[in-house]
């Protein structure tokens, strides 16, 4: 009979290995293990699993705080039902990531404001993250703002080569950004910094043509452009607002449910 090793002598080893899922778990699976003689490399083999699956948790955990998505924007609460125009298949063949972001791609969404452009962005944003990419949400005027001030103490490069870490940025409402040659042609820079390196998802009400507002001059549109639909996938939402359609599909429900409201006393089926 083997004398036992010291457990408190365990403890601090894994402590200073970070290894705190088997520090957690090895009592019980030691005391398991004893009982129904596992094979001491089953033992081993199951604690290493179990410390890597808690790893791989937690780093998702935080690519999904740091990517400052709304927690309730996912593909399970987005309805595909009110945008045939968007195909649900080639959403979810999108939201695995592999090639297109490999090639770093582009995904654009256009449509008029409640459509769903930010929720459809945020749920491929989601998606990415469960399959272990890094994704940064964030409007499209904020960034610029950042990237603006790092340009004035001249750390642009830096600042842009620090969001190379993300496979994904998500810039909602580009057209809501204004002409202002300082302003915008960070925007520009940070287009073509990623260009076919890293993949952008950008969300807008206006289609390009509306974009001479945005950019300080119609050669850097054109420039901007170019690059992003090279490789790109766009999608067009052209439905009217999910909020103002959920309003009132509320409002003809309860027309119907009360017929008493209709002035003229005869019940009317809403249309
Ligand atoms: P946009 O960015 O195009 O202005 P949003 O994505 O912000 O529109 O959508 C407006 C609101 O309606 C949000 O609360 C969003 O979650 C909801 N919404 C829009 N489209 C859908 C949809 N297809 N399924 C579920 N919720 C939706
Ligand atoms: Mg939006």
């Keep these: ?18 290894l705190p899922t088997i520090g957690r778990l090895w009592p019980d699976f030691a005391e398991r293990s004893d009982k129904e003689s596992w094979q001491a490399s089953r033992l081993l083999g199951a604690l290493l699993e179990h410390e ?16 400052h998505l709304d927690p309730t924007k996912t ?9 045939p125009m968007v195909s649900k298949a080639h959403v979810m063949a999108l939201a695995t990531g592999d090639s297109w972001l490999e090639k770093g791609a582009t995904i654009l969404l256009f449509g008029p404001p409640g459509g769903g452009k930010s929720h459809l962005g945020s749920a491929i944003g989601h998606a ?29 490069p830096s600042a842009l080569a620090k ?24 925007l520009f820079e940070l287009i073509a910094e990623r260009y076919e390196r890293k993949s952008l998802l950008i969300t807008a009400n206006q289609p390009f043509s509306g974009w001479n507002d945005v950019f300080p001059d119609p050669g850097m549109t054109v420039a901007a452009i170019d690059r992003l639909v090279h ?10 607002s999910y909020r103002r ?25 809403a249309s």
Excluded: C, W
Aim: proline share 2%.
């Design 52 to 67: 890597l699956a808690e790893r791989a948790k937690r780093r998702i955990e935080r690519h999904r705080t740091e990517s």
């Design 245 to 269: 359609r959920k309003a009132s599909d509320k409002q003809k429900e309860r027309r119907r449910q009360l017929p008493t409201d209709n002035p003229n006393g005869a019940t009317t089926m």
């Design 128 to 156: 990415l993250i469960d399959a272990g990419y890094r994704v940064l949400f964030t409007r499209t005027g904020e960034i610029v703002q950042k990237l603006q001030v790092a340009r004035q103490s001249l750390q642009l």
């Design 75 to 83: 593909l399970a609460t987005f309805d595909f039902g009110v945008v």
């Design 1 to 18: 009979m083997n004398a036992a090793y010291d457990a408190g002598r365990i403890a601090l080893m894994l402590n200073e290995l970070r």
């Design 163 to 186: 969001l190379d870490r993300f496979d994904l940025i998500i810039l909602d409402d580009l057209s809501y950004v204004r002409k202002d040659q300082a302003e915008t042609s960070v």
């Design 231 to 240: 490789h790109s996938t766009i999608f067009e939402l052209n439905v009217e």
